[in-house]
DNA sequence: ACGAAATCTTTTTTT
DNA sequence: AAGATTTCGT
């Protein structure tokens, strides 16, 4: 039953069960097939129990339908351990937390959590040389995707700047152990440390999975690679999955070598590869394989389809990013009357504020949509609050999350006296509990901000007793929505408050169907679960899907939109310098979300497209790649002007503005690689303009030295 | 302490 | 162009 319609190569990948396993898998060539089937059979013929076998997939979703079509071919039984990299790191944190001696109920802190606090220290510290959240954020994360701690980085750093990132680094760090709190890359590397430092764990999780799965392997990062070598024992079986030409997390600190190397670091293991692409007609896999051919750093395969040739893949030129929409979306909308739902169709884009224009088209045409990721449902005002208030009481030692609601809703503490508050909570090493119980006797706390924080505080302990106590997390949500006024300061009268009330209905109902499902869960669990969702997590497969590429990986639709094929945004590029953007890993990601798609593949391209302010255009490079594979010519693109901007400036030029018209150049200063000009537009005062926010075209220049 | 207005900086992608 | 942050007035 379970080897049914798997072809030869699949058969062997499922029945292989000798020793490690690569599996090399093309896009659409069921993977996801091969991996269920191989746990379904496993735990069939009984080699092995479940409790023996842990999967590791890219999203939790991914994870519960493995599972589910698990059970469906077995029937209901016990399911091995499957979940991301990441929940499964924090289910071991968690569950040997006595043992490494850090508590059960630690916080774990998601990237706003980390910005709020490195905005706090950066501003702290007052480093020199301009060293902004964002970059101090992946300076971190990158130093602790190579294992590198906050005193070997100070020893590494070569100049200023770094000896700065590594201060940040070590304040930061030690902040989240003082709240007990991981990041997300904690989780890896605290896992790996508490397998590497106690043999006993490491011993007992190796004699307890004889089995581990491992899907996009392509993308996992050193120490990941690391926790799996550290968890494969001498009677581990490891089979991975992957495809380098898919590895698109580079940035993040992915090594498609872990992939490559894998017959280096597993000896023995046998490599099967996966060519026959079961989803995509011939035409959209052969303008795909165009595509990632021009890629050098590749080991090389090329997809079989099994499907016809189909309709050839088609390059729409558009006016502008709304004209764009517009227009995907009533394609979207003719394809919908001929008989293909919404609902498997999707609109693929670089960036997340590509999406604002394909909403607005949505509403406009009555489709419904849905935007996959992005401002995440967790990541709202209203519903980061109420998680706050939670893990408060589930950790008294997380001052960040103390922090952000300590005056919501307000109780008379501004800025000064919250940084006095924080300042003797750290002075005084206590939880914030205790804090808060004292905080009317310390310096530079008001009267009545003693009250209220002392009033706070005693709130929240008695719903940390309802915690400790093991209620549910539904019942412990309402007491303190109720108890705490963060439900009152909202009015119901208000459109935009409202909206704020029903998200908080929703976080209800969803805590609610946790306590279901979970019964012994409690707020602890529920915390732990939440705090890892992933971003295809909550994608309910309900009409129009809207999506970044990365957010595409591992799904698939009929119908693919794939917008903003421009110069600059696909391949990307980032204008303030530093590093260039990976052009091959740019190219993977065109190819990721165009073999999402079955039957029919649209790319859209944009004349002209306003980002940050600054106007770009031309066609990405990639449609003249992919352009051998298009049956039909390419439209002519409408001869249309695109805005140039000027190579320089000087004294006397006459420009014209889009809204000011005509105007005469009265200085010129150089502004990095823009201009600042001041511009005479025959108003009383002259205009001053920044070149790059505004597309000026050049009128005539004077011949004039000026 | 708080809200409104002025100014500044910023954008890739996500667990 | 939008959002976040700082400054300013009450």
Redesign the pocket.
Same mark, same amino acid.
């Given at each position: 039953m379970i080897d049914l319609h798997l072809n030869p190569q699949q058969k062997e990948a499922v029945e292989y069960d000798e020793g490690h396993l690569l599996v090399l898998a093309g896009a659409g060539s069921g993977k996801t097939r091969v991996l269920t089937a191989k746990i379904a059979r496993l735990l069939r013929e009984g080699t092995v129990k479940p409790g023996n076998i842990l999967a590791m997939t %890219?999203?939790n979703k991914a994870a519960r339908e493995m599972g589910r079509r698990v059970s469906e071919m077995l029937g209901g039984r016990d399911l091995p351990r499957m979940g991301? %990299?990441?929940?499964t790191c924090l289910w071991f944190l968690r569950r040997e937390a006595g043992r490494l001696g850090y508590g059960e109920n630690c916080t774990v802190y +998601?990237?706003s959590d980390? @910005?709020a606090l490195l #905005?706090k220290l950066l @501003?702290k510290l007052s480093l020199p040389g301009?060293i902004?959240?964002?970059a101090a954020?992946?300076w971190i994360?990158e130093k602790k995707s190579d294992l590198v701690s906050p005193e070997q980085a100070l020893v590494e750093a070569v100049n200023g700047r770094q000896e700065a990132m590594a201060s940040v680094y070590a304040a930061y760090q030690k902040t989240l152990s003082e709240n007990r709190a991981f990041d %997300?890359?904690d989780l890896l590397t605290y896992t790996l440390e508490g397998l590497r430092q106690n043999i006993d764990i490491r011993e007992y999780y190796r004699s307890k999975f004889l089995r581990i799965l491992v899907d996009e392997y392509q993308d996992t990062n050193l120490v990941q690679h690391l926790i799996l070598k550290t968890l494969a024992g001498d009677s581990t079986r490891v089979t991975v999955v992957g495809d380098d030409d898919q590895a698109?997390?580079g940035? $993040?600190g992915a090594r498609v070598s872990n992939i490559l190397d894998f017959p280096k670091d597993f000896p023995g293991a046998k490599i099967v590869r996966l060519e026959t692409n079961y989803r995509s007609t011939g035409s959209i896999l052969r303008a795909a394989d165009v595509l990632v051919t021009n890629n050098r750093n590749r080991h090389g395969k090329t997809l079989i389809p099994v499907l016809e040739m189909g309709e050839p893949v088609r390059v729409q030129p558009v006016a502008s990013p709304s004209d764009e929409a517009e227009w995907s979306v009533r394609t979207a909308l003719a394809f919908q009357a001929s008989g293909t739902p919404l609902s498997r169709m999707a609109v693929l884009y #670089?960036?997340? !504020?590509?999406s604002r224009e394909f909403e607005a088209a949505c509403r406009r045409c009555g489709v419904a949509y849905e935007v996959v990721? !992005?401002q $995440?449902f967790f990541e709202r005002e209203e519903i980061k609050d109420l998680v706050s208030y939670l893990r408060i009481l589930v950790n008294p030692r997380d001052g960040e999350s103390l922090s952000r609601i300590i005056?919501k809703p !307000? #109780?008379?503490?501004? $800025?000064?006296?919250?940084e006095s508050f924080f300042l003797n909570l750290y002075r005084e090493g206590v939880d914030c509990l205790t804090a808060l119980g004292r905080a009317s006797e310390w310096p530079g706390i008001?009267p #009545?901000?003693g009250a209220s924080l002392k009033e706070l505080g005693a709130i929240l302990a008695g719903a940390a007793r309802m915690v400790s106590r093991g209620d549910p997390a539904g019942e412990i949500v309402d007491h303190v929505l109720l108890s705490t006024g963060l439900q009152e300061q909202y009015n119901p009268e208000d459109v935009a408050e409202q909206s704020k009330l029903e998200n908080i209905e929703e976080f209800r109902r969803f805590v609610a169907q946790y306590d279901v499902e979970t019964p012994r869960g409690g707020l602890p669990g529920f915390l732990a679960e939440q705090c890892?969702?992933?971003?295809? +997590?909550s994608y309910s497969e309900e009409g129009l899907a809207l999506?970044?590429?990365?957010?595409a990986k591992g799904l698939e639709f009929d119908i693919v939109f794939i917008a903003g094929l421009e110069e600059g945004l696909l391949p990307?590029i $980032?204008q303030?310098e530093s590093?260039p953007? +990976?052009l091959e890993?740019?190219r993977r990601?065109l190819y990721v979300g165009m073999t999402r798609a079955r039957t029919t593949l649209f790319l859209t391209t944009c004349m002209t497209r !306003?980002?940050?302010?600054r106007y770009h255009c031309g066609p990405s490079r990639f449609l003249a790649e992919i352009a051998p594979a298009l049956a039909e010519p390419q439209a002519p693109r409408p001869a249309m002007p695109c805005p140039t901007e000027p190579e320089g400036f000087k004294r006397g030029d006459v420009i014209r503005h889009p809204r000011y018209g005509r105007g005469m150049v009265l200085s010129a200063r150089r502004r990095g690689a823009e201009w600042e000009l001041s511009i005479d537009f025959g108003f009383d005062e002259p205009k001053t303009i920044l070149t790059g926010?505004?597309p000026l075209t050049k009128e005539r220049g004077r011949a004039s030295q000026g």
């Amino acid at each position: 039953m379970i080897d049914l319609h798997l072809n030869p190569q699949q058969k062997e990948a499922v029945e292989y069960d000798e020793g490690h396993l690569l599996v090399l898998a093309g896009a659409g060539s069921g993977k996801t097939r091969v991996l269920t089937a191989k746990i379904a059979r496993l735990l069939r013929e009984g080699t092995v129990k479940p409790g023996n076998i842990l999967a590791m997939t %890219f999203t939790n979703k991914a994870a519960r339908e493995m599972g589910r079509r698990v059970s469906e071919m077995l029937g209901g039984r016990d399911l091995p351990r499957m979940g991301t %990299f990441h929940s499964t790191c924090l289910w071991f944190l968690r569950r040997e937390a006595g043992r490494l001696g850090y508590g059960e109920n630690c916080t774990v802190y +998601d990237g706003s959590d980390q @910005k709020a606090l490195l #905005r706090k220290l950066l @501003k702290k510290l007052s480093l020199p040389g301009g060293i902004t959240v964002s970059a101090a954020l992946s300076w971190i994360s990158e130093k602790k995707s190579d294992l590198v701690s906050p005193e070997q980085a100070l020893v590494e750093a070569v100049n200023g700047r770094q000896e700065a990132m590594a201060s940040v680094y070590a304040a930061y760090q030690k902040t989240l152990s003082e709240n007990r709190a991981f990041d %997300f890359d904690d989780l890896l590397t605290y896992t790996l440390e508490g397998l590497r430092q106690n043999i006993d764990i490491r011993e007992y999780y190796r004699s307890k999975f004889l089995r581990i799965l491992v899907d996009e392997y392509q993308d996992t990062n050193l120490v990941q690679h690391l926790i799996l070598k550290t968890l494969a024992g001498d009677s581990t079986r490891v089979t991975v999955v992957g495809d380098d030409d898919q590895a698109i997390y580079g940035w $993040r600190g992915a090594r498609v070598s872990n992939i490559l190397d894998f017959p280096k670091d597993f000896p023995g293991a046998k490599i099967v590869r996966l060519e026959t692409n079961y989803r995509s007609t011939g035409s959209i896999l052969r303008a795909a394989d165009v595509l990632v051919t021009n890629n050098r750093n590749r080991h090389g395969k090329t997809l079989i389809p099994v499907l016809e040739m189909g309709e050839p893949v088609r390059v729409q030129p558009v006016a502008s990013p709304s004209d764009e929409a517009e227009w995907s979306v009533r394609t979207a909308l003719a394809f919908q009357a001929s008989g293909t739902p919404l609902s498997r169709m999707a609109v693929l884009y #670089r960036t997340n !504020a590509q999406s604002r224009e394909f909403e607005a088209a949505c509403r406009r045409c009555g489709v419904a949509y849905e935007v996959v990721g !992005a401002q $995440r449902f967790f990541e709202r005002e209203e519903i980061k609050d109420l998680v706050s208030y939670l893990r408060i009481l589930v950790n008294p030692r997380d001052g960040e999350s103390l922090s952000r609601i300590i005056n919501k809703p !307000a #109780r008379g503490v501004g $800025r000064k006296g919250e940084e006095s508050f924080f300042l003797n909570l750290y002075r005084e090493g206590v939880d914030c509990l205790t804090a808060l119980g004292r905080a009317s006797e310390w310096p530079g706390i008001t009267p #009545r901000g003693g009250a209220s924080l002392k009033e706070l505080g005693a709130i929240l302990a008695g719903a940390a007793r309802m915690v400790s106590r093991g209620d549910p997390a539904g019942e412990i949500v309402d007491h303190v929505l109720l108890s705490t006024g963060l439900q009152e300061q909202y009015n119901p009268e208000d459109v935009a408050e409202q909206s704020k009330l029903e998200n908080i209905e929703e976080f209800r109902r969803f805590v609610a169907q946790y306590d279901v499902e979970t019964p012994r869960g409690g707020l602890p669990g529920f915390l732990a679960e939440q705090c890892l969702l992933t971003s295809q +997590d909550s994608y309910s497969e309900e009409g129009l899907a809207l999506m970044t590429l990365h957010c595409a990986k591992g799904l698939e639709f009929d119908i693919v939109f794939i917008a903003g094929l421009e110069e600059g945004l696909l391949p990307h590029i $980032r204008q303030n310098e530093s590093a260039p953007s +990976d052009l091959e890993e740019e190219r993977r990601l065109l190819y990721v979300g165009m073999t999402r798609a079955r039957t029919t593949l649209f790319l859209t391209t944009c004349m002209t497209r !306003a980002m940050q302010g600054r106007y770009h255009c031309g066609p990405s490079r990639f449609l003249a790649e992919i352009a051998p594979a298009l049956a039909e010519p390419q439209a002519p693109r409408p001869a249309m002007p695109c805005p140039t901007e000027p190579e320089g400036f000087k004294r006397g030029d006459v420009i014209r503005h889009p809204r000011y018209g005509r105007g005469m150049v009265l200085s010129a200063r150089r502004r990095g690689a823009e201009w600042e000009l001041s511009i005479d537009f025959g108003f009383d005062e002259p205009k001053t303009i920044l070149t790059g926010y505004v597309p000026l075209t050049k009128e005539r220049g004077r011949a004039s030295q000026g």
